[in-house]
């Protein structure tokens, strides 16, 4: 990692209130721009969030706000209505309000007298969703974004629901983690001694689990709708650089962008990484000069230069390497493939039966199939990727290949056809496609996960008919992954993926017809690479402003990052995970940020009702004697045959006295999950 000490351009920080149409509600703003004799009207950036500008994303704001600012753009970092230290109370998760107050900020940057009236977005995440979704409303302004981990389905591609299935890791932690995140107070020094408390309790009493709101739309309906860009990519005016990670859950957004915008309006970079930007250094690697990249993506789109941006191949993918199984890797070996069409012409479809006879075999997997399928969201920790998966494979019906007679290098989304039949009106089905070694190991390659009630749409709950065969056809998780020759690729079959899928109420079991089921890979051709004309595609190496000198603390109470635990004689099987998202810190203006969170998931194995999963936050913010906050929150997800139950508390306390307490208990019938 280089660190720019240096800029063309003298930099200036402010702190700003930025007003919203409703005229009652002001959003906090942190702006770096140029601040010399050049100082001439300057394109603007936003990144825009609910994370806290002045603690939580400090660090990485640091990285990269004063560097686009040394550059010529004026850098700005804003504040969600109800988050952090801007005004109004928290809502849902890009809700109508988030994303008009989105245009409100962006046309009030447009409309100073230091910008030039050109908008950029960007973020990873959340601030990359909210990017492509005010991208869609057209604000005059916004020329161009760039969103990374991001999702243009809020369906069907993220924390809520996979394959129409309930992410059962995801949809109970991310909803605990966010009350505890909304549950946060404005600090003092923003927002003043007098209104802080005033403020955090209005917003602490507003504050509703964002668990039972996404439970209680088990199908693709409008609240889905809302904001899933999918819906219709034209209403996109901006030129979009989409960018993603194999490691992170988002990467198929990247693929259906760059299929679906115009060429002269699209991007995309698919890295190794995980659910961080691609420039951090953190696990899997190789890093690279992210900002450099983005900066050849703003000059062009904001300032017209010619960077050469829109020469490169419209989709830039790195191809893995074959690799042991491990859960963290430095860096993946490979290398970068470039394809100016997407889809492909240099990508065919490979059908491989999964078998050639006539018998019938049987799936009924115990009901931990799952614990080794790795972090949803990997973060670059040291246990968030896939461990062997041996023990998966011993709980799942496995298909495997001959050993290949040569390298087989895939780009792109695979799919399996499956003709079944279901023991029970309300099944999954989940596959896994591994890598497996002359050894044994077995390496997860990519997978996929089907609910069988939305076989016919995610918008509707079509019950089985046991007795009956059907096909059945999904999307695997896009990849890019080299198998070597002398391995195998299995097909892995299971009906349960505990925690990644909260399970059916009733235990069943699926009967698979090999002869009339295929694995369908999407088989690039090496020889694309010495098209004549195409060039080698590279990156800088990375490069940030000089960190924030932020010290981290280690508990000395530290407990594992995933912790499996089984209760043999009660069948019984516990995972502990703790998310491990910064931990506490001390920042330069003497604010310490405790934090600690623990996820629990158990089931026992002949029990799909023994679901139960648990999340549990602590968050502690003081400053000296001056300040002193603590949030506790736990959040509880358990279902019967026909109900999800939901319990949801939270307490509040300011220098030992409580502010707010409250407790929510709720159900919502099982109708699809």
Known sequence: MKYREHFDRQVTREDVWIPTRDGRTHLHA???????????????????????KTDWTAPRDAQRHPWYAGHGYASVRVDIRGHGDSEGTPGDEYDA??????????????????????????????????????????PEPLKAIVTVCSTDDRYDNDVHYTGGAVLGIDMLAWAGTMLAFAARPPDPTSVGEDRWLPMWRERLEALDPFLNTWLAHQQRDDYWRHGSVCE???????????????????????????????DDRVRGIVGPWSHQYPDRGLPPGPAIGFLQETLRWWDQHLKGEDTGVMREPKLRAWLNDPVPPATSYDEMPGRWVGDHNWPSPSVSWDARLLGDGDTPVLVRSPQHTGLDAGRFFPFGNASDLPPDQREEDGRSVCFDSAPLDGRVEILGRPRVRLRLDSATPRAHVVVRVCDVAPDGSSTLVTRGVLNLLSRHGRDRAVEWTPGTYETVEFELNGIG?????GHRIRVAVSDTYWPWVWPHGERGQLTVLPAGSALLLPVRDPASDEDEGSAPIRFEEPEQAPPLPVTYERSAEATPERLVICDVAKGEWTLEVDPNYGGSRVYPDGLRYEESARETYRIRADDPLSARAVSEWTIRLRRGDDWD????????????????IMDSRMETRADGETVVKRAWHRTTPRTSA
Request: proline share 8%.
């Open 481 to 485: 992954y080299a198998f070597p020759p």
């Open 629 to 644: 906050a603590e949030i506790m929150t736990r959040t509880e997800l358990r279902a019967t045959a026909t109900e999800f």
């Open 30 to 52: 942190r702006i770096w721009r140029p601040n010399d004799a050049e100082a001439e009207p300057v394109p603007a950036l936003l990144e825009y969030l609910p994370y806290r």
């Open 232 to 262: 219709d990519y034209s209403a996109i005016d901006a030129a979009v650089l989409a960018v993603g990670g194999w490691n992170d859950p988002y990467r198929d957004t990247v693929l259906r962008l760059v299929e679906h915008l115009p």
């Open 97 to 138: 309000q988030e994303l008009a107050d989105g245009v409100d900020v962006v046309n009030w940057l447009a409309e100073q007298p230091w910008c030039t009236g050109k908008v950029g977005m960007f973020g990873i995440s959340w601030g990359g969703f909210n990017s492509l979704q005010i991208a869609a409303l057209a």
